[in-house]
């Protein structure tokens, strides 16, 4: 027993961490490799280890000595027996399957002849197998990959598909030596340059690349397309970042605006390297039509598909992914986290974890701005406190993020911040349009269209336009690099996927050297916004940024009074 070391390990596969020990920042590195933060309080966090936090490890090569080295050398009490045995178990069942290819038939093999007895004898499995191949190969129906790997992971064995995939339709992709505006020299950082390595198109050829929102998975996509120099599909979640793909397309590759297509709502282009929004491949008439768009899939000879923020794929776009399993398919996101729950989906049909690159890493690196997360807690105004108290749950969501009162919190922050350039994000356009109208900025929203949201973009990035006012559309590929203050005044239902991609527009190095950002949540105090608030910090906690909570009476109105008593000085 060393109770000056960190960790109290129970035998129910959580781990309780204490914030305040010097070695906590080291630790936490470590626990993030295979386990999950379930809850942030102050002083004490508590990590979950799972079957697929274990099996994302051991994709990305973490091994059992690894995970029970940094459990042992921290624990205070000592590992259980019954831990470490389930850390085994779990661990080495990854790789205890494998798909692989001969010839033209895919096999699923196994040195563990007990296992493959069991899956022989699942009903469930039945469909997706045809023959037995002595007694380490079971042939498979090659149309059936992906299913096939769906049913393994709910039985606890994760397959490692080795079975190999199609070259596609040769495409002569090359990176630049410049930059798209030619000012600059343009190299892949070393950070990047692993994450394509770990996506290897000899090694796997598919799986996850979770990377921070500002450290470039754009870039580190388009070097992978290099690496495989095939036909690309690439999936986003909006038009926005289907030109932004685009723009770094053809400014950082030798590709022509003749190989590179758009297909969205506007246009339907299908070219060499083609890119799609989520949103027009699950369009149809009615619930009760197909999914027109969906022959996107099959419409060339693709070598490479990308889901861009790949925490978002479609429910549909799997079945569709399902299907396309000797296709390599490349993952991109800054958070595995899915609201849906359907994670082991996204590890058996796009891949697993290869690569996960920690943003306090980058942060110290250089490569990301210091940001420190405020959480602003504001009293209900008189006229909210009686709609709210009189309102059913989810109108007193609204209501609480719709306070009034957070007006007179923005003017605070405004002025405690005069010169730095500004983001204002909110979920509610009518309080966006309240805050326009009562600051003067322009407002984008998803009826501005594209012409004038990149004008506003273009102002904002030059430093012409230091506010600007956004809504959620603006969560996903905009590059506001200069952006230094982010000032969220109403959110989704605790969302960490729209936090972490919030946060993500001021993660920027700036221009003027100062790599400091201020990123402050304004929440309703003693409402259901405070309660989902919690569910945005715990992700922010998990990131490892400085995360305070204050009070606007605190806070806020005691910097007025002194800001007055300043001002009486002064006159005097």
């Not at 004490?44 to 050398?73: F, K, M």
Request: aromatic content about 8%.
């Amino acid at each position: 027993m060393d109770t000056a070391k960190p960790l109290i390990v129970q035998s129910d596969l959580t781990i309780l961490a204490e914030t305040g020990h010097p070695g906590f920042e080291e630790v936490r590195g470590g626990l993030s490799r295979f386990a999950e933060l379930v809850k942030s309080p102050e002083h004490l966090h508590t990590y979950r280890i799972t079957p697929l936090s274990l099996w994302n490890a051991a994709a990305a090569g973490v091994d059992v000595e690894e995970i029970a080295g940094c459990l042992q050398a921290h624990s205070k009490f000592g590992v259980p027996p019954s831990v470490l045995s389930l850390i085994r178990k779990y661990t080495r069942r990854y790789g205890v399957l494998r798909l692989v290819q001969v010839g033209a038939e895919v096999f699923l093999v196994s040195e563990d002849t007990v296992v493959l007895k069991e899956i022989r004898a699942r009903e469930t499995l039945v469909p997706y197998l045809t023959d037995t191949r002595g007694e380490r190969a079971i042939a498979v129906a090659p149309e059936h990959r992906g299913l096939l790997k769906m049913e393994l992971i709910k039985l606890g064995y994760p397959a490692e598909d080795l079975a190999g995939y199609r070259s596609g339709e040769f495409v002569d992709i090359s990176l630049t030596s410049h930059d798209h505006a030619g000012e600059e020299a343009f190299r892949l950082r070393d950070y990047q340059r692993q994450a394509v390595a770990a996506f290897g198109k000899e090694n796997g050829g598919s799986g996850v690349l979770v990377l921070p929102c500002g450290a470039g998975k754009t870039i580190v996509g388009i070097a992978a397309m290099a690496e495989c120099r095939c036909a690309t599909l690439i999936l986003t979640s909006n038009v926005t970042s289907v030109k932004q793909w685009k723009r770094e397309l053809l400014g950082k590759t030798n590709l022509t605006d003749e190989q590179v297509g758009e297909y969205s709502g506007s246009q339907k282009e299908v070219r060499p390297v083609t890119i799609a929004t989520y949103q027009i491949l699950t369009h149809r008439a009615s619930k009760t039509d197909s999914f027109a768009h969906m022959k996107l899939f099959h419409e060339r000879e693709w070598g490479l598909i990308i889901y861009d923020e790949v925490h978002l794929l479609p429910a549909p776009v799997f079945r569709a992914t399902a299907d396309i399993q000797a296709t390599r398919r490349l993952g991109l996101t800054a958070t595995l986290v899915r609201e849906d729950g359907r994670e082991e989906d996204v590890f058996s049909l796009v891949g697993p974890k290869k690569y996960d690159m920690a943003w306090k890493q980058l942060e110290t690196m250089g490569w990301l701005a210091k940001v420190a997360c405020r959480e602003v807690r504001v009293p209900l105004s008189s006229l909210d406190r009686d709609r709210y108290s009189a309102s059913g749950a989810r109108s007193q969501f609204r209501i609480a993020g719709e306070n009034a009162a957070k007006l007179g919190v923005i003017d605070w922050l405004l002025r405690r911040h005069p010169n730095e350039q500004t983001l204002i994000i909110g979920q509610y356009l009518d309080q966006l349009e309240t805050i326009a109208a009562h600051t003067g900025a322009p407002m984008i929203s998803g009826s501005v269209d594209h012409e004038r949201r990149e004008a506003l973009y273009a102002k904002f990035k030059s430093g012409a336009l230091p506010l600007l006012i956004v809504s959620k559309v603006a969560n996903f590929a905009v590059d506001l690099p200069d952006a230094a203050i982010a000032i969220q005044v109403s959110g989704s239902f605790g969302s960490r996927q729209e936090e972490a991609q919030r946060l993500g527009r001021i993660l920027r190095p700036k221009k003027n050297g100062q790599n400091i950002a201020v990123f402050y949540s304004l929440v309703s105090t003693d409402t259901k916004e405070q309660d989902f608030a919690l569910k945005r910090q715990l992700f922010l906690v998990e990131q490892g940024y400085e995360y305070t909570i204050t009070s606007w009476e605190q806070e806020g109105q005691a910097n007025e009074v002194r800001a007055g008593r300043e001002e009486n000085a002064a006159g005097h």
